[in-house]
């Protein structure tokens, strides 16, 4: 199925059970301009044409089914009040499937009303059954919240939905756990509190008919690995209660859905991938922000107001951060400028591309480009959102959009916000206030809304740098579209390898497939603590080994060497009075707390990932359009205190990598070219950090920072090349650092084109001579302990990735290099040294040698 599969528009009448919310955006001006129309106007208002590409994808009926026979009258009725007259064919057949007891994946677009095929089954099931209990999981908070909004709209007799989560109150508990039948929470909730609190859930466990699992694409890396071993352990106790629940998952259109969801729950899984809803025309257009101009006198775009990105980049911020909801946990690597080495670092915020200062950005930033385009589609009355990939982005952007309204039409700007994660649970809840009742026209958001809070109304959809993988994408622009009217969704490119290449070859976006949810349950990092929880919970068994999959027996003598478990005659039993402390997203560690010295108020939270380059002493930290500098970070206790300042330079933390090859897993020999796949050693240190005008991007000196050490064994995918050959295709000796680096730059960034991540999850480093392979040498490697799958995808892809990085450096315009093709906002080295036409030589080598 390719993209153009996807669904835009909502049910028309609307289907209030889809993903979310049942409420409607409803304020604010009337319809605005047409798409077309609207595009024009963006279009027009530059000297050159940004727009490389419109595609225009059509509408389409829907194609409705008869209720199912075992649906009772009651619920028919109650769907019937909410607006849904009837099924559609792909919802028909899910809830067909599941209510017959198989497990089933229902994969269509976004708005396609994949709530009701699983409520359908589930809600009937319920309504038979006065005993039946049925669990929601979701990936967030937010999606659950809505959800339960939803069935409880239903106004269904003994139902009793409940979300049960970590902002329940404990006083609610109780009652939840002894009354509710429909139970709605998230894998972390799972991990945390039901399942080793399962003695007092088991009335609960004992009469489960389904477990619905939502957005089961976001499930991916490391994160989606430990929540299928969750869902193991939940298996395991059920069976111990004497319950077999059906499994029904929801995604969005993703390549071989019931594989990856069968490699998720471990069980044997129908999909259904045909989606019969309506869809609404969208005009979809891929915008390559202008070249500046070369007498700017600054490769860096002017100074944001006071307060409004003290801590931004002077580059395009939105590829200087991690994105939320895929930070690694591994450290950020980088490599020292003395070292023989370059290292681009996953999860390293641009705070590590120290010495960028001396390159010349080439094109605008795509913070400011989104920036504009937000003010102007809210000026013209479009309810729009704007996805941008980083925390501070979402903050820049807001700010700039508001800062331009107000000179406008004073006032205006207070119609725009931004919303992402780290924001206090009650302001979030006043944000999503704002938004449903229509006091916000405008939000420029992180992927938080990605999934959560439905958006029902929005006009326009503006993403800010390409999101990663092509699922997100459609996810993102699907969020636009009013009730079958036409919608318009906007690409901005960033300055980037990846996003330079999309917007100038549209079949990689229109014409090629959704990516396939890549995981590894088998990771060892993953499985020897799931195998521990589960320990806790119930002494493990022969049997139960089977359960968790290849790996497990080895996982559990390991945890029994290293006096963990003790092994019975009955079983494995853990030893320790603690339970083991298992982070099921890879963020590196508990949150940091973000606290205000001079008050005590707690500001935010920031990953443990992250908080080495984003929370060091003197990092400037911006918070809801305020800027604050660290005073200290207490990495023991989980805290920084800061102080608000607003000062006219922005912080960039350095940092230095090693890498050491442990084993090989498998090669293939190309006579002088090697690739390769293994396990690797990579250590880190932020040792420093950059303070520079943000007017100017001057740099106004570096100062050290004493934080420690951090390691990760991980996967990595790697290639050799023999120095004759180097030699024969015209690459000097002096030339093959710069040569290695351009090309593992450029590589790192193209991936994404072949795994589900995006460069933030992984990192990388080249040597003209490594000492474990004894020759020139690119390495990329996952950014997660003990691999996420994304090396392996690359190895498994590597002619077709390496060819479209080799394309993607060839097809750029400029001389030297630049971020769209070679440069990095990432590295460790300042992006010195780099060699754009040798990068190409170093690329032809390996694939005139590499087979296909």
């Not at 994969?107 to 589930?122: E, F, I, M, N, V």
């Not at 901005?492 to 349950?521: M, N, Q, S």
Request: glycine fraction near 10%.
């Amino acid at each position: 199925m390719t993209s153009n599969d996807f669904s835009f528009a909502r049910h028309a009448p609307r289907d209030d059970l889809e993903s979310s919310s049942a409420a409607t955006v409803s304020a604010g001006p009337g319809p605005g301009p047409a798409p077309a129309d609207l595009l024009r106007r963006l279009r027009a208002r530059g000297a050159a044409d940004p727009v490389t590409h419109v595609e225009r994808v059509p509408a389409r009926a829907g194609v409705p089914a008869p209720w199912p026979s075992w649906a009772p009258a009651e619920l028919r009725a109650a769907f019937t009040r909410r607006g849904v007259v009837a099924p559609w064919q792909h919802q028909a057949e899910a809830a067909n499937l599941a209510y017959e007891g198989q497990h089933v994946v229902v994969a269509t677009g976004t708005a396609s009303g994949k709530s009701l095929a699983y409520q359908l089954p589930a809600l009937a099931t319920l309504l038979a059954d006065p005993r039946a209990t049925v669990l929601y999981l979701a990936p967030t908070k937010a999606l659950a919240a809505d959800q339960v909004r939803a069935v409880a709209a239903l106004e269904l007799e003994g139902v009793r939905p409940a979300c049960y989560d970590g902002d329940t109150p404990r006083a609610e508990r109780e009652w939840i756990r002894r009354h509710s039948r429909f139970v709605l929470t998230n894998p972390d909730m799972l991990h945390h509190g039901i399942l080793p609190g399962h003695a007092q859930w088991s009335g609960f466990l004992r009469r489960l008919a389904y477990v619905v699992i939502d957005e089961c694409h976001t499930y991916r890396g490391v994160f989606g690995s430990h929540v299928a071993h969750v869902l193991r352990r939940l298996r395991r106790q059920c069976a111990r209660f004497g319950a077999t629940p059906v499994f029904v998952l929801a995604s969005a259109t993703s390549g071989d859905p019931a594989t990856t969801a069968g490699r998720l729950t471990g069980l044997p899984v129908t999909a259904v991938t045909e989606d019969a809803s309506p869809r609404g025309g969208v005009t979809f257009a891929l915008w390559e922000p202008p070249l500046l101009p070369p007498d700017s006198g600054s490769a860096f775009p002017p100074a944001l107001p006071r307060g409004s990105s003290p801590s931004a980049p002077p580059h395009d911020a939105s590829d200087s951060l991690p994105s939320q909801g895929s930070s690694p946990s591994a450290p950020s690597q980088g490599s020292s400028p003395s070292a023989p080495s370059q290292g681009s670092s996953p999860s390293a915020p641009s705070q590590a591309d120290g010495g960028h200062d001396d390159l010349r950005q080439v094109r605008r930033s795509a913070l400011r480009e989104t920036a504009d385009l937000l003010a102007d589609t809210v000026a013209e009355g479009v309810r729009t959102l704007a996805f941008v990939r980083s925390r501070k982005g979402a903050e820049v952007v807001a700010a700039n959009a508001r800062r331009a309204l107000d000179d406008a039409v004073p006032g205006l700007g207070g119609r725009v916000a931004a919303y992402r994660g780290g924001y206090l649970r009650e302001e979030r809840r006043e944000l999503e206030r704002a938004l449903l009742h229509g006091d916000l026209l405008g939000l420029a958001s992180t992927n938080a809304l990605e999934l959560g809070v439905d958006l029902v109304g929005l006009d326009a959809v503006l993403i800010c740098g390409y999101p990663g993988t092509r699922a997100s994408l459609w996810q993102q622009a699907g969020r636009a579209g009013r009730s079958g009217q036409e919608a318009l969704a906007v690409l901005v490119a960033r300055d980037d390898p990846l996003d330079t290449y999309l917007v100038h070859h549209p079949e990689a976006i229109f014409g090629a497939p959704v990516e396939a949810t890549v995981l590894d349950p088998a990771n060892p990092y993953v499985l020897a603590p799931q195998l521990a929880c589960a320990a806790v919970e119930a002494p493990l068994t022969p049997a139960d080994l089977a359960l968790f999959g290849e790996g497990a027996k080895e996982a559990v003598g390991e945890l029994v060497a290293a006096g963990a478990l003790r092994q019975r005659p009955t079983g494995w039993y853990w030893r320790h009075r603690e339970r083991p402390e298992v982070d099921l997203r890879g963020e590196g560690g508990a949150p940091v707390a973000v606290v205000e010295s001079s008050t005590g108020r707690l500001l935010g939270t920031v990953d443990g990932g992250s908080s080495h380059f984003l929370l060091h002493p003197g990092a400037v930290y911006l918070h809801q359009g305020v800027s604050y500098v660290v005073d200290q970070l207490d990495l023991a206790d989980g805290c920084a205190l800061v102080h608000a300042e607003e000062p006219d330079w922005s912080t960039h933390a350095r940092d230095v990598t090693d890498l050491s090859v442990v084993s090989v897993r498998s090669y293939v020999d190309a006579g002088p070219v090697g690739m390769f796949l293994g396990e690797v050693d990579v250590t880190s240190q932020v040792v420093s950090y950059q303070r520079r005008r943000i007017a100017t991007g001057e740099v106004i000196d570096t100062r050290p920072l004493d934080l420690p050490t951090r390691e990760l064994r991980t996967v990595a995918v790697w290639f050799t090349l023999s120095p004759r050959s180097l030699a024969l295709a015209g690459v000097q000796p002096a030339d093959v650092p710069g040569a290695l680096h351009a090309a593992e730059h450029a590589a790192i960034g193209l991936l994404p084109l072949m795994a589900t991540c995006d460069r933030w999850d992984i990192g990388g480093l080249s040597t003209a001579l490594h000492p474990d392979t004894e020759a020139p040498t690119v390495f990329v490697y996952d950014g997660h302990p003990g691999g996420a799958g994304f090396a392996e995808r690359a190895y498994g892809t590597a002619a077709a990735w390496l060819r479209a990085t080799r394309d993607a450096i060839a097809e750029c315009g400029c001389e030297t290099g630049c971020p769209s093709c070679v440069q990095s906002p990432k590295c460790g080295n300042g992006n010195n040294p780099l060699s754009k036409p040798d990068a190409i030589r170093v690329l032809d080598v390996v694939l005139t040698n590499l087979p296909d």
